[in-house]
Protein backbone atom coordinates (compact mmCIF):
# COMPACT_ATOMS: atom_id res chain seq x y z
CA UNK A 1 0.00 0.00 0.00
CA UNK A 2 0.89 3.38 -0.63
CA UNK A 3 1.56 5.78 2.44
CA UNK A 4 2.98 8.88 3.68
CA UNK A 5 4.00 9.50 7.30
CA UNK A 6 5.19 12.93 8.37
CA UNK A 7 7.20 13.21 11.42
CA UNK A 8 9.22 16.29 13.79
CA UNK A 9 6.28 18.51 15.20
CA UNK A 10 6.05 19.49 18.50
CA UNK A 11 5.82 22.02 20.89
CA UNK A 12 8.29 25.46 20.67
CA UNK A 13 8.37 28.91 21.44
CA UNK A 14 7.93 31.55 18.89
CA UNK A 15 11.34 32.39 17.13
CA UNK A 16 12.14 28.24 17.49
CA UNK A 17 12.76 26.47 14.85
CA UNK A 18 11.61 22.59 13.78
CA UNK A 19 12.11 20.23 10.93
CA UNK A 20 9.69 17.76 9.72
CA UNK A 21 10.26 14.85 7.40
CA UNK A 22 7.59 12.84 5.26
CA UNK A 23 8.56 9.62 4.03
CA UNK A 24 6.72 8.07 1.16
CA UNK A 25 6.61 4.82 -0.12
CA UNK A 26 7.55 2.75 -3.32
CA UNK A 27 7.60 5.25 -6.06
CA UNK A 28 4.79 7.48 -4.58
CA UNK A 29 6.79 10.94 -5.20
CA UNK A 30 9.21 10.18 -8.27
CA UNK A 31 8.85 12.55 -11.04
CA UNK A 32 6.08 14.61 -9.00
CA UNK A 33 5.84 17.74 -7.60
CA UNK A 34 5.70 17.67 -3.56
CA UNK A 35 3.92 20.08 -1.24
CA UNK A 36 3.80 20.07 2.74
CA UNK A 37 0.15 21.74 3.70
CA UNK A 38 -1.11 22.59 6.70
CA UNK A 39 -4.78 23.12 8.41
CA UNK A 40 -5.22 24.87 11.67
CA UNK A 41 -8.44 24.59 13.80
CA UNK A 42 -11.18 26.43 11.92
CA UNK A 43 -9.29 27.29 8.65
CA UNK A 44 -8.89 25.25 5.33
CA UNK A 45 -5.37 22.80 4.51
CA UNK A 46 -3.32 25.44 2.71
CA UNK A 47 -0.31 25.05 0.53
CA UNK A 48 2.76 26.11 2.68
CA UNK A 49 5.73 25.11 0.08
CA UNK A 50 6.23 22.72 -2.70
CA UNK A 51 9.35 21.11 -4.92
CA UNK A 52 9.47 19.95 -8.12
CA UNK A 53 11.17 16.92 -9.32
CA UNK A 54 14.22 19.20 -10.29
CA UNK A 55 14.35 20.93 -6.87
CA UNK A 56 12.27 24.32 -7.79
CA UNK A 57 10.93 25.64 -4.54
CA UNK A 58 7.98 27.68 -4.03
CA UNK A 59 6.63 29.21 -1.09
CA UNK A 60 3.35 30.62 0.29
CA UNK A 61 4.09 34.20 1.39
CA UNK A 62 3.88 33.54 4.81
CA UNK A 63 6.40 31.59 4.97
CA UNK A 64 8.83 33.11 2.65
CA UNK A 65 12.38 33.56 4.43
CA UNK A 66 11.60 31.25 7.05
CA UNK A 67 11.03 27.72 5.70
CA UNK A 68 12.99 25.81 3.46
CA UNK A 69 11.91 22.81 1.70
CA UNK A 70 13.69 19.96 0.52
CA UNK A 71 14.20 16.32 -0.78
CA UNK A 72 15.92 13.03 -0.91
CA UNK A 73 15.02 11.44 -3.68
CA UNK A 74 16.91 7.77 -2.83
CA UNK A 75 14.90 7.81 0.55
CA UNK A 76 11.83 8.80 -0.90
CA UNK A 77 11.88 11.89 1.62
CA UNK A 78 10.82 15.08 2.03
CA UNK A 79 11.79 17.71 4.38
CA UNK A 80 11.07 21.16 5.77
CA UNK A 81 12.64 23.16 7.85
CA UNK A 82 11.29 25.73 9.67
CA UNK A 83 12.78 28.62 11.70
CA UNK A 84 11.53 31.84 13.26
CA UNK A 85 8.23 30.38 13.82
CA UNK A 86 5.29 32.45 14.54
CA UNK A 87 2.09 31.12 16.66
CA UNK A 88 0.06 31.46 13.27
CA UNK A 89 2.28 28.68 12.22
CA UNK A 90 0.49 26.39 14.42
CA UNK A 91 -1.17 23.55 12.54
CA UNK A 92 -0.99 20.07 11.60
CA UNK A 93 0.74 19.19 8.67
CA UNK A 94 0.53 16.91 5.41
CA UNK A 95 2.57 16.08 3.41
CA UNK A 96 1.66 15.33 -0.52
CA UNK A 97 2.09 15.12 -4.09
CA UNK A 98 1.23 18.29 -5.96
CA UNK A 99 -1.66 19.18 -6.97
CA UNK A 100 -3.63 17.01 -4.97
CA UNK A 101 -6.31 15.10 -6.46
CA UNK A 102 -9.55 12.76 -5.31
CA UNK A 103 -7.32 9.72 -6.27
CA UNK A 104 -4.35 10.77 -3.41
CA UNK A 105 -4.34 10.22 0.21
CA UNK A 106 -3.81 11.64 3.24
CA UNK A 107 -1.01 10.67 6.10
CA UNK A 108 -2.02 11.72 9.51
CA UNK A 109 0.20 14.95 9.85
CA UNK A 110 2.23 16.23 12.30
CA UNK A 111 1.36 18.79 15.01
CA UNK A 112 3.39 22.46 15.29
CA UNK A 113 2.19 24.26 18.35
CA UNK A 114 4.21 27.64 18.60
CA UNK A 115 3.50 29.60 21.55
CA UNK A 116 4.01 33.47 22.06
Known amino acids: QVQLVESGGGLVQAGGSLRLSCAAS????????VGWYRQAPGKQRELVAR???????IYADSVKGRFTISRDNFKNTVYLQMNSLKPEDTGVYYC??????????WGQGTQVTVSS
Open 96 to 105: NTYPVTVWDT
Open 51 to 57: ISSLDRE
Open 26 to 33: GSRFNGKS
